[in-house]
């Protein structure tokens, strides 16, 4: 058997907008015995949510027939180099139906060990790349030595049972032992937190961190740096690059942001909308394309979103972010707070 388990990732609540408004996907029960008949039968049919062959990371998003807001993200397993190479072929979003044995995994994720995958179609986000992506590698390499992370929380369970960060261009799993779960459910997507850590000796791949039970003295397992949710509903002011989430199988419509720097590569991305006046967000939707339009030669692929790197805007608005996994905080604003700073299409 190729691995011995993969990432854990929950489809987060605000998916569609990066707020917690109608049209949200949610984390609903997940009965195993449901699920697993159908597994092993005429298979799982979904989408990729994740793919990343160098840390041999394969998620995978099942949703109810019929009801798109019913979903759960499962970790893929293959069985064999075959399966894994066929696993490794696929692109986030892409249909694919997968069979095999479903079993609850470390934490709250299920696993599925597949033993047969049929590719369905693939998604093409239609946004032409001039800067291309270096897949993430050699994770184990750059954790040698290190004891403690500073990282953005990527997504987590609500009973705290599954953690996952950002780190540098990483995305990892972290198992969270029992007596520092309450802290981990603390938690919202987009906190910056600082942590301790082991290397955990299962699965050997892909590497998995354990949160750090050693408590001893003044020694704190986890911190938190800076609260996303501190700033929900307050106002705020940000200038940095013009981001744009194109619109997918999980976003009913291309969705615009900007990015606010942090410290050791930990970018917040907001995302701009005017909630109560659909004739105002259009006049920003269009602002912000014709900018994006004007400089072509400056798009970066940035995994599950296209950053400008020539075309900067400042955006004044309200911070909604009520919700702990919230894909994205959203800046609540109107086309009149939003100002293109670099980038403006020529005349």
Request: glycine content about 8%.
């Amino acid at each position: 058997m190729v691995g011995g388990c993969a990432l854990a990732v929950i489809l987060s609540a605000g998916a569609v907008c990066g707020q917690s408004g109608a049209g949200a996907s949610r984390q609903v029960p997940l009965t195993l015995d449901e699920l697993t008949v159908t597994a092993r039968g005429p298979g799982l049919r979904g989408r990729m949510h994740g793919v990343a062959p160098g840390q041999s990371v394969f998620v995978f998003t099942w949703t109810r027939p019929g009801n798109f807001f019913e979903n759960h993200n499962l970790s893929l397993v293959p069985v064999s180099p075959a399966i894994r190479e066929a696993l490794a072929s696929l692109d986030r979003h892409q249909e694919a139906v997968v069979r095999g044995v479903l079993k609850q995994g470390y934490g709250s994720q299920p696993h599925l060990m597949v033993e047969a995958v049929e590719p369905g179609e693939k998604w093409a986000p239609g946004v032409p790349v001039a800067v291309r992506r270096d897949p993430p590698r050699d994770l184990a390499r750059n954790l040698a030595g290190k004891s403690r992370l500073t990282a953005l929380v990527h997504a987590l369970a609500l009973d705290g049972g599954m953690l996952v960060v950002e780190w540098r261009t990483f995305v990892i799993p972290v198992q969270v032992p029992e007596t520092l779960r309450a802290g981990v459910a603390a938690l919202f997507r987009g906190d910056r937190i600082r942590f301790r850590f082991r290397v955990a000796s299962q699965p050997r791949e892909p590497v998995h961190l354990t949160l750090d039970p050693d408590l001893t003295g003044d020694r704190r397992a986890l911190e938190v740096l800076d609260s996303i949710h501190e700033q929900h509903d307050q106002e705020r002011t940000v200038t940095g690059r013009l981001v744009l989430f194109p619109r997918s199988p999980v976003l009913r419509r291309s969705i615009w942001a900007v990015e606010d720097r942090g410290d050791d590569g930990l970018h917040r991305y907001f995302t701009i909308f005017n909630f109560s006046d659909a004739k105002d967000q259009d006049r920003t939707d269009a602002l912000l394309q014709e900018a994006w339009t004007a400089h072509p030669e400056g798009v970066s692929d940035g995994r599950n979103k296209y950053i400008h790197t020539r075309v900067r805007v400042r955006v004044r608005g309200a911070v909604s972010n009520p919700a702990p996994n919230q894909a994205n905080p959203t800046l609540v604003t109107t086309s009149e707070q939003v100002e293109i700073v670099t980038g403006k299409p020529a005349g």
